[in-house]
Nanobody, 120 residues
Framework: QVQLVESGGGLVQAGGSLRLSCAASGSFFSINAMGWYRQAPGKQRELVATISRGGSANYADSVKGRFTISRENAKNTVYLQMNSLKPEDTAVYLC??????????????WGQGTQVTVSS
């Protein structure tokens, strides 16, 4: 059973920083792209950042220059360093990964989410 487990959320003041982590566990063949999404109350889920297996990153315009996504393939882990946080960054942050199972069938997996709250 493949699982994505996030950690690192919490409460921070505006201008502060947080680092999110997401580790994939279980039996699988490989991990392709990984990423972070967020969903605020009453809003649709939105892309925050994605990163390819080779390290190419893509960011939402709203977080460019403030957030950095990275990954450690050997640890099956993706990170999101969030700096200069704003109250509008408040949301549940969800990890996503494209994972090939032991039959090499690629599927989309989601973590359970971690709450990030930025106070003004």
């Amino acid at each position: 059973q493949v699982q994505l487990v996030e950690s690192g959320g919490g409460l921070v003041q505006a201008g502060g920083s947080l680092r999110l982590s997401c580790a994939a566990s279980g039996s699988f063949f490989s991990i392709n792209a990984m990423g972070w999404y967020r969903q605020a109350p009453g809003k649709q889920r939105e892309l925050v950042a994605t990163i390819s297996r080779g390290g190419s990153a893509n960011y939402a315009d709203s977080v460019k220059g403030r957030f950095t996504i990275s990954r450690e393939n050997a640890k099956n882990t993706v990170y999101l360093q969030m700096n200069s946080l704003k109250p509008e960054d408040t949301a549940v942050y969800l990890c996503n990964a494209e994972i090939a199972d032991l039959l090499a069938i690629m599927r989309d997996y989601w973590g359970q989410g971690t709450q990030v709250t930025v106070s003004s």
